[in-house]
């Protein structure tokens, strides 16, 4: 069972456009929603942060939307450059669990010149 | 910020012989570090969660017999790949997570890609 849904697989953006990555989830207990972002070849790294006591987060061209009442939180790239360029995953996890972080299914952004 | 080191990045080894991957928390400590493996165009699958001076967490349908996993100190946790097979290769990937609040991120090595002829 998938714990957390990502949309779209995948996502083309004209360079300067917004990109916008989707992901939602069902377990209310979830308190942690990291965004890490991955080049081929190499490790995810964290992008931006949100807890749900807050409804948005910016981090420069970054921006978490979250809705706790929807279940749902949003990446958004603003002025989406071609170094943008990458996989995009969502997560979540939450305190009782320990440590375990749950994992949407990715996103493939292209960022076209 | 933390980092994590994996090592090594690249291995080719030749079926039925053993691979062992490390992965080094550099300026903090874990208690916990997780194994992921990845295939191309896909998400990150957890195969074990590594507990310092304890035995590991296998995730159900992971091998621990193939899939070992040492965890001596703070600051290493090592896989080893035993008896590769070429269905093995794969993007093998460490994180960890600093103690303390359970809502910190986790920090991920940069990968080992494993690839068994």
């Known amino acids: 069972q998938q714990q957390v849904k990502q949309s779209p697989q995948s996502l083309i953006v004209q360079k300067g456009g917004i990109s916008i990555i989707n992901c939602a989830y069902e377990?209310?207990?979830?308190?942690?929603f990291p965004w890490y972002q991955q080049f081929p070849g190499k490790g995810p790294a964290l992008l931006i942060a949100?807890?749900?006591?807050?409804s948005e987060k910016k981090e420069g061209r970054f921006t978490i939307s979250f809705n706790k009442s929807a279940k749902q939180f949003s990446l958004h790239i603003m002025d989406s450059q071609p170094g943008d360029s990458a996989t995009y995953f969502c997560?979540?996890?939450?305190?009782?669990?320990?440590?375990?972080?749950?994992f949407g299914t990715g996103t493939s952004l292209t960022v076209i010149p | 910020g933390a980092v994590v080191s994996q090592h090594p990045s690249r291995v080719i080894c030749k079926s039925g012989t053993s691979v062992k991957i490390e992965c080094r928390s550099l300026?903090?400590?874990?208690?916990?570090m997780f194994w992921y493996r990845q295939f191309p165009k896909k998400s990150l699958m957890l195969m074990a969660t590594?507990?310092?001076?304890?035995?590991?967490?296998?995730e159900q349908g992971v091998e621990k017999d193939k899939f070992l996993i040492n965890h001596a100190s703070l600051t290493l946790s090592t896989l080893t790949v035993t008896s590769a097979h070429p269905e093995d290769s794969s993007f093998y990937i460490c994180?960890?997570?600093?103690?303390?609040?359970?809502?910190?991120?986790?920090?991920f090595g940069n990968g080992t890609r494993l690839t068994v002829t």
């Open positions: 994180s960890a997570r600093l103690q303390g609040p359970h809502n910190s991120p986790l920090h």
């Open positions: 377990n209310t207990a979830f308190d942690y």
């Open positions: 949100i807890r749900p006591d807050v």
């Open positions: 997560a979540a996890s939450y305190t009782n669990t320990g440590n375990q972080f749950y």
């Open positions: 300026d903090f400590q874990a208690t916990t």
């Open positions: 590594s507990n310092e001076g304890s035995k590991a967490t296998y």
